[in-house]
């Protein structure tokens, strides 16, 4: 049996973080900077610029997410922090208007990306990703969670949408479904008090 671990993705952790990111679909040219920034931004900046944004963000900590392994190799990847500093939620009128919480409030804190390398996929990597992020948000003083995965049970669905994960992921976790966004995605929360 593989022994799952995960840690924050720290500058020490770079190397692990690149090839999380690298093991197919969009994360390696994303760099999960597409959350953090504007469409003005992201529509002019390139993969350097985008790889040089998230070290920036990683060694200034604190981490902007976590990275899982397999045996000790890295093959995953999921962003969850503070939602005031993931400017494309903040400027997301589906979401402005479905949330309830007030949007500068950073004890609300957001789910908003997974990668997981091809040779890893269907192996419940994402549950865990989750389940460690609840954790890390709950130990640096986060009150809840909100997420936009995709409902997979209706219509149909890119593949490359999914790095928003699924929603029965989510309820699996114990969040609570809340209204319909765009896109198929569903606004979802969990509070972390307990």
């Keep these: 049996m593989a022994t799952i671990t995960t840690e924050p993705a720290t500058i020490a952790r770079w190397d692990d973080v690149q090839h999380s990111l ?94 997981v390398r091809k040779e890893h996929r269907g192996k419940g990597l994402n549950a865990e990703l989750l389940a460690s992020a609840l954790d890390y948000a709950r130990s640096s003083g986060a009150r809840m969670i909100e997420a936009y995965p995709v409902d997979t049970s209706i219509g149909s669905h890119r593949s490359n949408d999914l790095f928003h994960g699924t929603l029965s992921t989510f309820l699996a976790a114990g969040f609570e479904r809340g209204p319909a966004l765009t896109g198929g995605r569903v606004l979802v929360t969990r509070g972390l008090a307990d």
């Design 22 to 115: 690298s093991g197919g679909g969009d994360g390696r040219s994303c760099q999960c900077i597409w959350p953090i920034v504007r469409n003005k931004v992201w529509n002019t900046t390139n993969l350097d610029e985008r790889r040089d944004m998230l070290h920036d963000e990683i060694a200034a900590g604190p981490a902007p997410g976590l990275i899982v392994y397999v045996d000790g190799a890295a093959a995953g990847w999921i962003r969850v922090g503070p939602r005031t500093v993931q400017q494309r939620i903040l400027h997301t009128r589906a979401i402005a208007a479905a949330t309830t919480q007030p949007l500068d409030d950073d004890t609300v804190w957001a789910v908003t990306c997974f990668v």
